[in-house]
């Protein structure tokens, strides 16, 4: 079965500065899709970025964007110019064909002024 | 369009009464989601439909926890009897059939069992 591991339960990061968010997942699948999910505390899951394993291109949305490595099944989440509003749940999610979306345990964003 | 609806967003009811959460989903996604989210085992998926159907199951903890779809754009999650640890945030998404966009969420229901 396939399955989403982030190691990091908690992080922390000063206003305007940048921070990394580690995932790894295991699977024997070749075509599949990640993505990063934001949950602030309202806990609306809010889709922040999507990679297709078959691009080799990383995903960038605006100050968002992701370390996409397939061979080492690694795809973390940077954040630039960190803000207040950065801080939340961030779940890492992988699908393959008809398999549903699997998320790992969440890390926790902490953004200090 | 409005997203993905779910009512109510907080139950509040007392162990052995039966609750029923509720979903519509996008008008086009023809897959929908039923989640239960968790601190101690995070987000859990409970049971998904596609073109109304069933897919899999698997996840309902019990035989207490039922689905249904009667039609694309609604669905019904009831927990008969409920216990106090079937607290939880329970949410329902729906997605295009291959999921490869991802699912957009509901804003989730808060159900307290006491």
């Known amino acids: 079965a396939q399955t989403v591991t982030q190691s990091q339960p908690e992080m922390s990061v000063q206003e305007a500065e940048t921070v990394t968010l580690s995932c790894t997942y295991d699977t024997s699948e070749s075509d599949y899709y990640l993505f990063w999910y934001k949950q602030p505390p309202s806990r609306q899951m809010i889709l922040v970025i999507r990679?297709?394993?078959?691009?080799?291109q990383n995903a960038t949305e605006n100050r968002f964007s992701v370390n996409f490595q397939k061979a080492a099944k690694s795809f973390s989440l940077k954040i630039s110019d960190s803000q207040l509003g950065d801080a939340a749940m961030y779940f890492c999610a992988y699908i393959s064909g008809n398999t549903p979306l699997v998320f790992g345990k969440g890390t926790r964003l902490s953004v200090i002024a | 369009d409005a997203g993905v609806i779910q009512s109510p967003r907080h139950e509040v009811t007392e162990m052995g009464q039966e609750v029923t959460l509720r979903c519509k989903p996008i008008s086009g996604h023809n897959s929908l989601f039923w989640y239960r989210q968790t601190m101690m085992r995070g987000l859990e998926l409970l049971i998904y439909?596609?073109?109304?159907?069933?897919?899999?199951d698997s996840g309902m903890p019990e035989d207490r926890f039922s689905a249904k779809m009667p039609n694309a754009s609604f669905s019904t999650l009831k927990i008969q009897p409920s216990e106090p640890r079937d607290s939880a945030v329970y949410f329902c998404?729906?997605?295009?059939?291959?999921?490869?966009?991802?699912?957009?969420f509901g804003s989730g229901t808060r159900l307290t069992v006491v």
């Open positions: 990679q297709e394993a078959y691009k080799q």
């Open positions: 998404a729906s997605s295009l059939s291959w999921g490869g966009y991802g699912y957009t």
């Open positions: 439909f596609n073109n109304n159907v069933p897919i899999d």
